[in-house]
């Protein structure tokens, strides 16, 4: 099924707030999204973390690049989008359950 919104989330160096950023998404009361992740460089602990999400929610992918800035890693995530709407959201950020309702 094609998502109703894709979220793109530019990251680097988060590790320590990913996971509840994506608490947050996963919560939302509505559910038909998808999450693109950028990481934006090298980040290892990011990706184990993105690994065992991935590995259980299938609207959650990720993909690195090389450093670039947060503007980059935006433009490089919605291009791998397909949802109606698009948007961003930070890896340090937390939604509230009805955001994208």
């Known amino acids: 099924m094609t998502p109703d919104i894709s979220i793109v989330m530019p990251t680097f160096g988060q590790s320590k707030y990913i996971t509840e950023s994506l608490q947050s998404i996963v919560a939302q009361e509505f559910e038909n999204w998808e999450l693109v992740v950028v990481i934006d460089g090298e980040d290892t602990e990011t990706e184990k ?53």
């Open 49 to 101: 973390i993105l690994k065992l999400w991935t590995a259980n929610d299938d609207r959650i992918k990720y993909i690195t690049k090389l450093n670039g800035g947060t503007g980059s890693a935006l433009n490089y995530g919605f291009f791998q989008t397909g949802g109606r709407y698009e948007t961003w959201f930070a890896s340090d950020n937390k939604m509230y359950p009805n955001c994208l309702r």
